[in-house]
């Protein structure tokens, strides 16, 4: 369609121009003037680096010359129109520079409010020193996995072919094999776009057991087995809950539902699929950990953990005496903060159900301590992670590696439109029209999603060295402060108990016992 009206312009501008040479007057301007924007439009559907000017030629150059208007300016035109954004504005230019490459160092100040109540910040040290390695790795895998997987510090969190593109799918894998870390496919399957750049997959099984599922929507042994035997897998997750929209199973209407998506979830073209809010393959802790083993088992022996949005401490404390129960534990779990995303939710869920990351990664790190598991199970933070300071936070929370999927879906073009839902997001991220999504370039995207995971976990690695470490195992709570009012600042922890391996077992404190008391086996 853009390619028909672009040649419409060029006819448009001949035809003016031959009447500017047999009626001569001004007509030669004018000509000259839809010639211009004929040649223009032409270079914006060919050329490959702006999706967005590919799906809006001409016009799009109107956001881009926004980008060279004074912030102040800038901020009302382009965020004036959203209801929400998701991140600042500083934050997503750095992760649209990082992609780029062109990041570099900036001018004046801090723009952010170090006397704010809730503002945060490391300590560095004068031992501060250079960073030796720039891409260190975490181990997942306890002693009952035979093909450990070694996960790098940041990855591409959770996003199903179906609410991305094909194209952005693609992009992401090719980045994550470009730059050796792990791409989460979603609980919406393992499509043949998650297979086509080569990266590592982390295969998500949601309560649709979408991919290895039988005909009545319960979970398939075998396809899961000949799935999960492929060499991309790297590791399961098991989806509990997501932090967007925790207790909902996700919708996708039948009109979505094409031939492609279809295959890859295993469902039927053209039905409405409807997520279960829960899982029908278990129903108690101790049901949960021998699915665990028993995915193990099918996997070949692949690390296998899971992954919820908090809710009750007690819940969670089931699951550990379910796995001191069972005599089985997971090899990981991923912590999705209530603040998560998604590309439809009611908004009662996105913004008032679900543990924000902050406590529910500290809540599921002394939990994991307290009932000695800690040493077995690796521990993953999803949830707004963008910034080399954010991994350090994390970390310094509890967690082991992060996820990341909206910094993600910026270093493959989103602009934070607000479209996720309507199938027309203009830049192909998070649309299934096929003219939107061919805008979007796979090979220059794939070099930004590697870019952008290079340079932010490069970034954490200075951090570190900048505190005097030798390494990410060497950060602790202490090192983490946080304003907590006025001009007073306490580290996290002096705010925080954090409880000692094994604790709960031997001497549960005052404030977790009636939490330790109500969990149990078998039952959430």
């Not at 450990?148 to 179906?162: R, T």
């Not at 402060?481 to 709960?504: H, K, M, S, V």
Request: charge should be neutral; include cysteine; hydrophobic fraction near 45%.
């Amino acid at each position: 369609m853009r390619p028909l009206i672009i040649g419409a312009v060029w006819v448009l501008g001949g035809a003016v121009l031959t009447l500017a040479i047999t009626a001569h007057g001004g007509w030669a301007i004018l000509a000259a003037v839809i010639l211009a924007l004929a040649a223009l439009g032409t270079w914006d559907v060919l050329q490959k680096r702006h999706t967005i000017l590919r799906v809006y030629p001409i016009l799009g150059h109107v956001r881009f010359l926004m980008e060279f208007i004074r912030p102040e300016i800038r901020q009302y035109f382009i965020e004036s129109n959203t209801e929400a954004a998701p991140f600042d504005r500083e934050t997503r230019d750095m992760v649209y520079e990082r992609a780029k490459g062109t990041k570099g160092d900036e001018p004046f100040g801090t723009e952010r409010d170090v006397n704010a109540l809730g503002y945060e910040f490391l300590r560095h040290s004068l031992r501060a020193r250079f960073a030796d390695d720039l891409a260190p790795r975490v181990r997942l895998g306890g002693p009952d996995c035979t093909q450990p997987y070694d996960i790098a510090l940041l990855n591409v969190s959770a996003m199903s072919f179906g609410a991305l593109s094909a194209n952005a799918i693609e992009a992401l894998n090719g980045g994550a094999a470009r730059g050796g870390f792990a791409h989460d496919t979603g609980e919406g399957g393992i499509s043949p776009y998650h297979l086509k750049g080569g990266g590592d997959l982390i295969w998500e099984i949601g309560s649709g057991y979408f991919g290895c599922r039988d005909a009545d929507g319960r979970f398939d042994p075998a396809l899961f087995a000949q799935k999960a035997a492929l060499p991309s897998v790297k590791a399961i997750s098991v989806k509990l809950s997501q932090g967007a929209k925790p207790g909902l199973g996700g919708v996708l209407p039948g009109a979505k539902v094409s031939p492609e998506i279809a295959a890859t979830r295993g469902v039927p073209v053209g039905r409405t699929v409807v997520s279960p809010p829960a899982h029908s393959a278990f129903g108690t802790p101790v049901e949960f950990a021998h699915f665990i083993a028993t995915l193990r088992g099918l996997s070949g022996g692949k690390p296998v953990g899971f992954k919820l949005c908090v809710g009750a401490r007690s819940e969670f404390l089931s699951i550990c005496k379910g796995f001191l129960a069972a005599g089985v534990t997971a090899d990981f779990v991923i912590v999705d903060g209530g603040e998560g995303g998604t590309g439809s939710a009611p908004q009662e869920f996105e913004d008032h159900v679900g543990m924000p990351l902050t406590e529910g990664l500290m809540l599921v790190h002394n939990s994991l301590v307290g009932t000695g598991l800690r040493d077995r199970i690796k521990v993953g933070a999803s949830g707004k992670v963008a910034s080399g300071v954010d991994i350090v936070s994390r970390i310094c929370q509890g967690a082991d590696f992060t996820m990341s999927a909206r910094a993600m879906m910026f270093a493959v073009g989103c602009i934070q439109a607000m479209k996720c839902n309507t199938n027309h997001c203009p830049t192909g991220v998070a649309t299934q029209d096929p003219a939107r999504a061919k805008a979007l370039d796979v090979t220059d995207k794939t070099a930004r999603v590697f870019n952008f995971q290079r340079a932010t976990v490069a970034s954490a690695a200075q951090i570190v060295a900048s505190m005097g470490l030798a390494g990410f195992g060497d950060l602790s709570p202490a090192m983490l402060n946080r304003r907590i009012e006025g001009q007073r600042t306490r580290t996290y922890a002096e705010i925080y108990d954090w409880l000692r391996p094994g604790q709960l077992l031997e001497d549960p404190p005052e404030s977790w016992l009636a939490d330790w008391l109500a969990a149990s086996a078998d039952e959430f």
